[in-house]
């Protein structure tokens, strides 16, 4: 069974940090390209950043980049995204996804390419 379970969301005053983790299972964890995603209420869903398989390119969002960084640990099956820097405009449900995209940035930031999905953490930056 595929599981994605992120966590680490919170309350977080404009200009901290948090630092969101992402537990997989069920699946070959180091053969996936993992990214994460976000929803602001009334907003669609929208990528934030996504590594490929391997962790050797990286793609951002032009909102996030330079402010935001993922990192995985294929040994525990686990992706991380250590914001810092954080706006009230990062205010938003965080998901994190598993996919075998193919190609650059328009594939990595498209939804419909990633298999399995979590179930989402919220993050809420105060002003």
């Known amino acids: 069974q595929v599981q994605l379970v992120e966590s680490g969301g919170g309350l977080v005053q404009a200009g901290g940090s948090l630092r969101l983790s992402c537990a997989a299972s069920?699946?070959?964890?180091?053969?996936?390209?993992m990214g994460w995603f976000r929803q602001a209420p009334g907003k669609e869903r929208e990528f934030v950043v996504a590594?490929?398989?391997?962790?050797?390119?990286?793609y951002y969002a032009d909102s996030v980049k330079g402010r935001f960084t993922i990192s995985r640990d294929n040994a525990k099956n686990t992706v991380y995204l250590q914001m810092n820097g954080l706006k009230p405009e990062d205010t938003a449900v965080y998901y994190c996804a598993a996919g075998t995209p193919i190609g650059g940035y328009s594939a990595y930031s498209r939804s419909g390419k990633y298999d399995y999905w979590g179930q989402g953490t919220q993050v809420t930056v105060s002003s």
């Open positions: 590594n490929r398989w391997n962790g050797g390119i990286t």
């Open positions: 069920g699946f070959t964890f180091s053969m996936y390209a």
